[in-house]
């Protein structure tokens, strides 16, 4: 845990030093769910059943840039093989992105709900809901992109290949993570409040296989 900490804060820390990354991402949220509202419709955009659909797809995608251009990172300088050289290395490396990644998505979507909300008129019914539902949407993103990315590190077509790999492996948190979100936006706190549930074990599930396999699919 001590190096994962330590990855973590090295992560944070150049994201602080280099805020483009995360400026990208906002501004990519941003304009996605502002095309998507256009093609479907202002009226279709603001539906509860739609809103969310919009917020958590384009989440996805600027989760997968962010944890791309973390990678990038390692590979520029070639500071992955130094981490993965030591003791633990390649699991320290796994739960350091996670921790961190987890933070810069949870800011992102932090700002790109404000701007949906702002955007589209959105009212929520349930405040309290709706930040319990993104706040375990985002825990479980990370850990499957990371996955992915590690994965196709080192291959020419690898931002085709995410995606492709990701949008699969993410559909039942997105499917939990849309009905959270909207019924807490419709004022169902019941069912906000079982779906996130079933979040919370999609998350769990997920980092479980994360440190299960990352090692191998780092390496």
Partial sequence: MRGAWLVAARELRADARHP?????????????VLIESIVVGPQVARETTVAPALYWIALLFAAIVVTTRSFDR?????????VLALP??????????LIALAA??????????????ALLDLTLALPGHALVAVAL?????????IIDVALTLRLRGRAALVPVLAVPALLP?????????????????????????????IALVYAVLGLTIAGTAIE
Wanted: net charge negative; aromatic share 4%.
């Fill in 20 to 32: 483009d990354g995360f400026a990208t991402a906002v501004t990519f949220v941003a304009a996605l």
């Fill in 74 to 82: 390692e590979l520029a300088d070639d500071a992955i093989d130094a």
């Fill in 88 to 97: 633990g290395g390649r699991d320290a490396l796994y739960a350091g992105k």
């Fill in 104 to 117: 810069t998505i949870a800011a992102v979507g932090l700002v790109g709900g404000v701007l949906q909300i």
């Fill in 137 to 145: 949407g985002v825990i479980a993103l990370p850990a499957v992109v």
């Fill in 173 to 201: 948190q997105l499917v939990a993570a849309t009905n959270a979100l909207g019924l807490a936006l419709s004022g169902d706190a019941t069912g906000s409040l079982a779906w996130s549930g079933l979040l919370l074990a």
